[in-house]
Structure formats: C-alpha cells, structure tokens
C-alpha cells in the first residue's frame, strides 16, 4: 500500500476575488426598506396625543395638563373649529400643568378664576374633549375631597388636588372644574383608585396654578361670589365653553 500525494492544481494559482463587505449590508438594509413598506407597524411610529385645555390671558395664552404635551414635536389647539399651530412655553410635571400660545391667536375668550376653594359636597362640572370629541362637553360631579395628593402621568406626587365623585374619561385631561358661577376652580389631570375604593377624579387646585404661573410673572385676578344654586350642565357650558379649546400634540413613540 503507497501513501498516496496531494494533487497539485494545475497552472499558475488565481488570486481570490476581493470580498464586497457591503453586500450583506445592503441586503439588510433593502430588506428593512420592503418590511417598513409592507408592514409599517413594525416600525415605532409617532402618535397624537388629545386633551383640553382653556383660555387664561388674552393673547391666545392657553392652559392646560403637562402630559398632554410633554415632549410633543407640535402641538394644535382647535378652537371654533379653526386649527392654530401652539408653543409650550412653560411645563411643570410637578404641577401637571402647561401654559401654550397660539400662534396668530384668535380672540380667544378668557376663563374667569374664582377666589374661594370648592368645599366637599359642591357640585362642579367639567368641560372638556373627551376621546378627542369636536364639541366640549360637559361632566357634572361633585367635590369628595380638598388638599389630596396623588403621584401624577409622569410619577411626581401632585399636591393641592381636588378630588371628585366621578373619574374622567381620556380626552378630560387639562379641562377646566368650574363651580356653579362657571368659575375656575381646578384644571383636570386625570383619575385613580384608592386602595380597595371606588376610582375618583383629580384636578389641580386653581390657585396652585396661578402661584405656578405668578412665578414666571403671569399676574392672573381672581374672581369672588358665586352662585348659592345647584350647578346646570347647559349653564356651564355656556359661561366656560367659550373658552375651552382641544389640544392635540405629535408625540414620540413609546410616549405616555
């Protein structure tokens, strides 16, 4: 038995061809390209976030919740039917509260914001956009609690809140609590349930917002008396619906 020998190749030996690194590269990325065209949820899109808000000072100033806007690439505020593009020019997650001016403000009309604090037991109702509808709409409620605290959207503790019978629906957010003058005495943030207890709604006291806004030098006046009668929900609308406006925000993927 011979052992047997390689064979040698034949002729002059080929250098091998150079190895093109950015195929697979670019295979990957047409492959990304058709799945992105084809299936357009697999790529994390923006979305619109909606909420209420209402007229504060004249010149198309607008307040209304933090997370409604927070991060918002634009921000819309649709009032009379009109779109007018909004700038957030002050935010406090702390607060849950954001003041907005409208780009060629319209004349807005502006809330009144009543001087007395809501006492337990006293019918409110708050106008706003639910679920991002054309028409405010008014919800009619009564006050349960004064002075509650509640960790907020963003996992801050809000302070000074008013706490109400009913919770509020998506789209309530930023939305004026008027007591029966159709007076200001809360701006809606959102609803919670207490441990083993029935979910309620929260608003952030008025006045916590004028101090908020009295610090970056926004003096607002504060309306006394109100009306001793039960709040209507017609009446409501027609002293504070004027100045409600929605509020629409771009917002990034994976936001709240």
Request: charged share 15%; hydrophobic share 45%.
């Amino acid at each position: 038995m011979t052992d047997e020998l390689p064979l040698e190749p034949e002729g002059e030996p080929q250098p091998l061809p150079p190895r093109r690194w950015w195929v697979p590269f670019l295979s990957l990325l047409l492959a990304g390209a058709l799945l992105a065209t084809f299936i357009p949820g697999l790529l994390p899109r923006e979305r619109t976030g909606s909420g209420t808000g209402f007229g504060i000072a004249a010149g198309g100033y607008v307040l209304t919740a933090a997370h409604v806007v927070r991060g918002a690439s634009e921000i819309a505020v649709y009032w009379e039917g009109q779109r007018h593009r909004a700038t957030a020019i002050a935010l406090s997650p702390d607060h849950d509260l954001a003041l907005l001016v409208m780009d060629n403000a319209p004349p807005l009309p502006v809330a009144s914001l009543a001087l007395d604090r809501p006492k337990v037991g006293d019918a409110v109702v708050a106008v706003g956009h639910p679920t991002g509808a054309a028409q405010p709409l008014p919800l009619p409620t009564h006050v349960v609690g004064v002075g509650w605290w509640a960790v907020g959207p963003e996992t801050t503790v809000l302070r000074d809140l008013i706490a109400t019978q009913d919770p509020f629906r998506p789209g309530y957010s930023g939305a004026p609590l008027v007591n029966e003058a159709g007076q200001v005495v809360g701006i809606v943030t959102g609803s919670a349930a207490a441990e083993g207890g029935p979910e309620v709604g929260f608003a952030v006291s008025i006045h916590r917002a004028v101090d908020w806004l009295a610090g970056r030098g926004m003096a607002l006046p504060l309306a006394s008396g109100g009306s001793s009668l039960p709040v209507r929900e017609g009446e409501a609308l027609d002293l504070i619906g004027p100045a409600v406006v929605r509020v629409e925000a771009r917002l990034p993927p994976g936001s709240r």
